[in-house]
């Protein structure tokens, strides 16, 4: 059953750097667009972006376009999120999703277990 | 493209027939899906192209809409059917979520 396996939760404090990731064991991962979607506490589901690990092909959502990095390695099948410096307000559970066809935009099909990061002085 | 689901929360007793609806701040070619979340879980696809089914989703869930105005009906109710619904819009070059709809029990 392909998965989507994501890093563990972090603790950071503000100004700090963080890169989180998503592993999967999808056999056509490099055709498949795979995407971050942000969850703040008690609210719901963001946009920021995706890539398309085939030639990293990277779309940004306006809210997180220049606030964050999505990047792939394609030798180990994961896809990363990362922060150069942190803020309070990026608290959230953070999911990698994958999308259903091979074209972008569309429904994601499958999700991760999400990642909890804690910015806190 | 913003979305607008409502309401923001229901309340329905086990065997109800409910729906949730969701419009576009403009016209979205049935590029519309809906997704389940329990507390706790990843959301859970339920239905993409407005109307489509995904595999293995009870036929009781079922979608329709067209232009801005897109709806999610759950026929009748079960248990496990009280969590909160997202409706998500993929049409040209971004993605947007509606702010979600929490269900739950009478």
């Known amino acids: 059953e392909v998965q989507l396996v994501q890093s563990g939760a972090e603790v950071r404090k503000p100004g700090e750097s963080l890169k989180i990731s998503c592993r999967t064991s999808?056999?056509?991962?490099?055709?498949?667009?795979f995407a971050w979607v942000r969850q703040m506490p008690g609210t719901g589901l963001e946009w920021m972006g995706v890539?398309?690990?085939?030639?990293?092909?990277?779309r940004y959502s306006p809210s997180f376009q220049g606030q964050v990095t999505i990047s792939v390695d394609k030798s180990i099948s994961t896809v990363f999120l990362e922060w150069n410096s942190l803020r309070a307000s990026d608290t959230a559970l953070y999911y990698c999703a994958k999308l259903a066809v091979t074209t972008f935009p569309h429904a994601f099909d499958m999700w991760g277990q999400g990642t909890m990061v804690t910015v806190s002085a | 493209i913003q979305m607008t689901q409502s309401p923001s929360s229901l309340s329905a007793s086990i065997g109800d027939r409910v729906s949730i609806t969701c419009r576009a701040s403009?016209?979205?070619?049935?590029?519309l899906a809906w997704y389940q979340q329990k507390p706790g879980k990843a959301p859970k696809l339920l239905l993409y192209?407005?109307?489509r089914l995904e595999i293995g989703v009870p036929s009781r869930f079922s979608g329709s809409g067209s232009g801005t105005d897109y709806t999610l009906s759950i026929s009748s109710l079960q248990p496990e059917d009280f969590a909160t619904y997202y409706c998500?819009?993929?049409?040209?070059?971004?993605?947007?979520f509606g702010q979600g709809t929490r269900l739950d029990i009478k």
């Open positions: 999808e056999d056509d991962f490099v055709t498949y667009w």
């Open positions: 890539i398309f690990p085939y030639d990293s092909d990277t």
């Open positions: 403009q016209a979205i070619s049935d590029t």
């Open positions: 998500q819009q993929y049409d040209g070059h971004h993605i947007t």
């Open positions: 192209g407005s109307s």
